[in-house]
């Protein structure tokens, strides 16, 4: 007779293929999702009704197996397709792909979450996001854009925010200089009118006498032109045809001549280091016979052109105080004075940068200061007018050409610039090339010129984009050039991806059976390579869930085919009995 047992058997397969069914719906909804992983459900007999378990062979007996009749179906799982979909570029750096294995990590609140879509965004603080808002985690980085792996942190980016800056370390020199140029003998000299004491007689001014004793010019009593609290100001003097920046001396009550003189040496920028000059007069500032003499460097680029005008006396405010000059250069004095500097030089100057990218000129010199048959010697004298002391000396050296006109030792030169109270990096250092792989200086028959070509220097600029390479090491662009590590972006690998739990929003979380994650970098450990600019598609395979669709469409069919058949045998069965 018919059985009951039919129709729920049938029932169970109903249920079965509409479960199916959502799982198939789900896929094919998802078809467009960025990195969707497609399921797939898995059948199993539920259980089985024993008519007889079966006997062994025996003398009289072949044996029998068993007789069961099957209950129907049960759902035995569902199975997740991790493997990877298909990369579709994007353009757009903020947008990343894992090739491989691996799982991008993402916090909401303290929760940690992970998914394979990798559609960042910055938000209004510049935290990369996910599009749902769940803040992407990586690596960070040190005060040297050194990446500090271990401590996970959200990554920030702050494009147009984060400034940067390069200080210069090395310069790089090309050009000529002219090796049969007249070799340097003297420096310029110029000497003031003689200065008088106030002492009784009005005696002429020695080095140890005290500023204050300075007697105002032809006056033949004691007439004092200075006094302690006012500033001598040295301005639009010019060196080598460049003017010197303005600097101001202070009047103590101990100030003395020897003292204005070491000033006004460094103000000048006279190298007191090469010691005297090849015609015996000696580089500096002093007081010679009463006279204020100004003996500079070697080379025609270090004449030094001072005037009377060039001094000032100013009040403790810094206003100018209506006085003669102390100091008079107004009219050629003995020995035919002033003399010009003698010697072939050139002179050259270029910009550098301090640790806070504030611009730092620098003026060379080259001087030629000897020849002979197996090459030319050289000094260099370097200066800086951005100095923050009053001292324009950055340093001094020789440099040798042998026969061929080519540099006999290549080795840099190293030089030093004040940066006191600027708030950056002091002091300055840098150093000099006059030959490289790719510029060299040489001394040939020819006019004399000389380059900067090269300096590793960078002004202040912000980040304007970035982009994350396969490591995911995030680098970014600044406006000044400067290219930088701003952070790297981790992965995580598990032992069974297919035990992580799905939270809906592409965001997975840790399951029982999922394994703890390993948080690694991309490409190591197991973990896959990232690609910027793309986007992981969905892994669906639409024939696939065609054809699954079409087996659960049939397998629903026939169950409720046979709920069907029974019920007409059940109808039978009842007209048997009227």
Avoid: C, H
């Avoid at 792996?149 to 090309?174: C, D, H, K, W, Y």
């Avoid at 030089?345 to 002979?372: E, F, K, N």
């Amino acid at each position: 007779m018919a059985s009951t047992t039919a129709m729920f058997s049938a029932l169970s397969g109903l249920n079965a293929n509409a479960r199916r069914l959502d799982v198939i719906g789900n896929n094919i909804s998802n078809v467009n999702t960025t990195a969707f992983k497609s399921n797939r459900m898995l059948f199993a007999t539920q259980f089985s009704r024993n008519i007889s378990l079966g006997s062994v062979p025996s003398a009289e007996s072949g044996g029998s197996n068993p007789a069961q009749i099957g209950l129907g179906v049960t759902i035995a799982g569902t199975q997740r397709d991790f493997s990877n979909g298909s990369l579709a570029a994007t353009g757009d750096a903020r947008d990343l792909a894992i090739e491989g294995d691996g799982f991008f990590v993402v916090q909401r609140g303290s929760q940690q979450f992970y998914t394979r879509a990798g559609t960042f965004r910055q938000n209004a603080t510049n935290d990369l996001v996910t599009i749902s808002g769940e803040r992407v985690m990586g690596y960070p980085i040190d005060e040297q854009f050194n990446v500090r792996p271990g401590q996970l942190v959200p990554l920030n980016i702050p494009v147009g925010q984060m400034r940067l800056a390069q200080a210069t370390s090395e310069v790089r020199f090309t050009g000529n200089l002219r090796a049969n140029g007249t070799v340097a003998n003297s420096g310029s000299v110029s000497e003031s009118i003689a200065l008088a004491s106030t002492a009784a007689g009005n005696p002429a001014i020695v080095g140890t006498d005290l500023l204050t004793s300075l007697n105002q010019p032809g006056a033949t009593g004691a007439v004092p032109i200075l006094s302690v609290g006012q500033f001598i100001e040295i301005q639009g003097a010019e060196k080598g045809g460049r003017t010197l920046p303005t600097a101001r001396f202070e009047i103590t009550a101990t100030s003395t001549f020897d003292d204005l003189s070491a000033f006004l040496t460094q103000a000048i920028g006279i190298d007191t280091s090469t010691g005297a000059n090849p015609d015996g007069g000696v580089p500096g500032v002093a007081i010679v016979g009463g006279r204020l003499t100004i003996t500079g460097n070697v080379g025609t680029a270090n004449s030094i052109n001072i005037e009377t005008s060039d001094f000032r006396i100013l009040d403790s405010a810094g206003n100018p105080v209506a006085v003669p000059s102390p100091i008079n250069f107004s009219r050629a004095t003995s020995g035919g004075l002033p003399r010009e500097a003698s010697g072939e030089s050139v002179r050259t100057s270029y910009v550098a940068y301090d640790s806070l990218g504030t611009p730092v000129s620098v003026d060379i010199t080259m001087v030629l200061i000897d020849r002979d048959s197996s090459g030319t010697r050289w000094r260099y004298f370097v200066e800086s007018p951005d100095d923050t002391d009053v001292d324009l000396r950055a340093g001094t050296g020789t440099l040798s050409f042998d026969s061929n006109g080519q540099p006999v030792i290549a080795e840099p030169f190293q030089i030093s610039i004040d940066r006191q109270n600027t708030g950056a990096v002091t002091p300055l250092t840098m150093q000099l090339f006059f030959t490289s792989p790719t510029a060299t200086v040489t001394a040939f028959s020819q006019t004399s010129d000389l380059a900067a070509t090269f300096q590793d220097g960078i002004p202040v600029g912000s980040l304007t984009s970035f982009s994350v390479g396969n490591n995911g090491i995030i680098t970014g662009s600044f406006s000044n050039g400067l290219v930088r590590t701003v952070g790297q972006v981790v992965v995580a690998v598990f032992a069974n991806p297919e035990g992580l739990v799905d939270d809906g929003g592409n965001l997975f979380s840790t399951g029982p059976n999922s394994g703890t994650p390993l948080v690694t970098t991309p490409g190591s450990l197991g973990a896959g390579r990232l690609v910027g600019g793309s986007l992981e598609l969905s892994n669906v395979d639409l024939a696939r869930e065609f054809i699954d669709l079409i087996q659960t469409s049939t397998g629903y069919s026939a169950s409720s085919r046979v709920i069907s058949t029974t019920d007409e045998l059940l109808q039978q069965l009842l007209v048997l009995g009227r």
